[in-house]
């Protein structure tokens, strides 16, 4: 609403501050004119407030009415919903009375998102507001710190850590901000800022004040000085939305009855018609039973999916709300990997809005429950699952008092001053009958109310149930009915209203207002004007976002009006090409500092993306997934983009080098899911059609990608030469990304050679290209090899400062499974510097993530670890058990490396337990592994645990010339082994030492070292 003439202005701000509430016109006139009376004050004041009727009503009919006079003075008569101060108020008193942090932190997450700059800001300087002013900005900090708080129970600390700097600095000595901003950065990994943050405020309050930090302050910074287990964050357990700001009408016997069938039975589907409340009540039953369930209450909104729909796609979403990676393992459908990652789990799924997916959705939850014993699935649908066990819910309308009642409390929310009272009681309880008490159709009806009036109102939906009484008798009753209300809703529209929320109806899952604007745009319709008009006359809702949806069966109704109108081609032809542009622009910031707003963007709109690249033409198509790959990659959703990439070839067209990028894609994404013997093959198939196609940079960076992802498998020498030769065409064209990502690569190959010294130069100088790139996910690469250098030369203290310094990055981007990664380097370090029982502790939180995200390799990298943690603790049993466990899995995808050092570390178990035939047998298996690598650490690994085997048998001799090639092999590449490390050689050389003696062993291990060819097994 525009008010054009600063004394209204001001005006409607002074009856603002007491909405509901008269104020004098003497009042009045002198905070408009303060001591410059005007000649005639009550005639220039009654000229302002027609005015301000004028505006007021000009902004919706009736709006005159809102200002009344009386004996009192003037009242402007609002409801304190209607008012965004009123609003605020009551999220956040709403959000106080929240059970969970979840609803309070979304709660309050809406309330600040009112504040659109300061309070009363025209007015700011006038004495009448400036209580108000003051009153507001408390209650915005108090709001402030306790989303703060709610954050910090869900574990958002990284984000918050950064979001909360402005305010305190802005506010610096407001204890409750500061101790929540100090918690964000301990458990950010900032441990030290944190520390300073508590000094800064201790050293400014005794100066400023001359207080000392309150004792709760004092209490948390204790905390953190002895790194209190009490600081750890809280894991997040639930993505159920926060609880809608209306309240939830004559259902409290329903949410028990779901309750009691959700405790007893494994499979619960709540059936009845569009509209009669499912969704809502399926959702109040499982945030009121969250705590029933360890592991979680998760939410999968099935509605954006198509009719097409397979039980893969299905996985896909219950995948993503879940969380869980579609990480690296051997080759298996994506209802198999999301039946591994749930496996062992107590949670509860909801499966919301199944009907038009039913078949893939029962085959799914049908898998899921046989394979997860203690998981339980509550479904929504129009029809039963039709499977073993399913215990069924038919949602009733409501009975007509709680009818009554519903329609009573939304038409006073959208009349104000409407109440239900013996004269309208009759038209009411008729009106709910009408439409037989269902929640939709009632909310719609009562949007209404404030036009037309109830006796209207009731005269009006009985015209046109009599109309619909003519239609298809065969259609359900309650299905007519909720068409005559849409239908009656949208009769009053706008052509422009109507035109805008028709087209709305192609999107998936909502759109933002940019992609609204785009896809229903047309001359002379202004989308920004009409959507609010819209959101309204609820027939959009409004998301956080913000982001504007339509109700499942609005959006029904209009995709039917758009067919009619026969621009229903046209309008998804407009929608798949503003996804493609959206798709290409994200492109390059998922290489930039942009990188965690567009992944959380790209987030957002992987329905209404999915929605496009079905749509799309073969080209179209191409350039869509070609554009979304990396995004995919980053968010480990390896099987959806093979999925994605193999429709968008399916669908032929293309320009070449789209067709050769996107064949590049697919290669990569399968060599990363499932590794595999023929990889060097996949990958030459890969890059052949580039030798004709004379895209140099295409080629590179297909060459660098199909390295990248196979780097620590198949051949090296093929490996590096591949990125050497991309590296070199990467700074011919100035390609600063492809140069630092070239260089990491390489890097991590230096590994496998022992270049240390390669490792370090390549290592930072992609550190450094990727940080001045503002990469992210480029500085976790970087720095991984820099820890892995630090760790192998004993440098521990620099190997925790990098991880550390890069955990809250994987964090910030949502990689947990890197998250997880960085977790087991810590534990090594633990390990390696003696502290069993933090590194036990880190290694098992790891294993935690990584199973929780279905993250394959971390958990096989954090199981291992745990094995290393039970042989150093002299737990041999449970060593061996932890070591075993992946084993499998790196045969499966070609894990040589891991092989290696796991046969190793098993070896070395069976020497402990005295068992030197078996020891031996495992060191070899080791040692072919190691030596079809080419490692000379592995290869020493493997020579120091034959070594051990030997001795242990006899055999002390042969025993100190391998000890004696392998620390030839160490020194070759400058990296002896570090003392932390020592202890299995130490115990076998002690054994030779004792066999042979001072002299003879030291001779035997002399010519052991000076032998590069020493036979190394024993017949």
Known sequence: MRVPEAKVRTLLADLLVTPGRPVPADRLVHDLWGDRTPRNPSGTLQARISQLRRVLEDAEPGGRELVVFGPSGYTLRVADDAVDAGRFTALAARARQAADPHSRARLLADALALWRGPAFADVADTPFAQPAIARLEEERLAALEEQAEARLDLGDHVRLAADLAGAVAAHPLRERLRAAHLLA?????????ALAGYEELRRRLAEELGVDPSPELAGLHQAMLRRSPSLAPVRRRTNLPAAPLNTLVGRDDAIADVRALVAEHRLVTLTGPGGVGKTRLALEAAARAADDFPDGVWLAELAPLPRTATAADVADVLTAALGVCDDPGPDMPPERRLAEAVRGREALLVLDNCEHVVEPVAALAGRLLEDAPKLRVLATGREPLVLSGERLYVVPPLDEPSAVRLFAERAAAAASGFTLDADNRSAVATICRRLDGLPLALELAATRVRALGVQELAARLDDRFRLLAAGPRDAPARQRTLRAVIDWSWEPLTEAERLVLRRLAVHADGCTLEAAEEVCAEDGVDVLDVLPRLVDRSLVVVAPGPRYRLLESVTAYCRERLRDTGEDERIRRRHTAYYIRLAERAAPRLRGPGQREWLERLDRESANLRVALDNAGGDDALRLVNALTWYWFLRSRFGEARRCLALALSKGGGPAVARADAETWLAGMTLVSHGGTVAEETIAAALKPYDDLGAPLARARAAWFLTFVFWGYGDHVRHLRRVDDALAVFRAHGDRWGEAAALSTRAKLAIGRGDLAGLRRDAEQALRLFTELGDEWGRLEAAHALTHRAEITGDYAEAARLVRQTLPLAEDLGMWSEVSFRLSALGRIALLT?????????????????????????????????????????????????????????????????????MAQLGYIAEERGDAATALARHREGYEAARSLGDPRAIALALEGLAGAYSLAGEHAHAARLLGAAAAAREAVGAPLPPAERGDVDRAAARCLAALGADGFAATFTRGNADRHIAVFRA
């Open 185 to 193: 950065l301990y458990r950010a990994g900032r441990q030290g800022e």
């Open 834 to 902: 003696g502290d069993l029982a933090q590194a036990g502790e880190l290694h098992e939180r790891a294993r935690r993530l990584a199973v929780d995200r279905s993250a394959k390799a971390a958990q096989e990298f954090a199981e291992i670890g745990l094995g290393l943690v039970a042989r150093r603790a002299g737990d041999l049993d449970a060593a061996e058990a932890h070591l075993r466990a992946p084993l499998e899995w790196l045969r499966g995808v070609g894990g040589t490396p891991g092989i290696a050092l796991v």
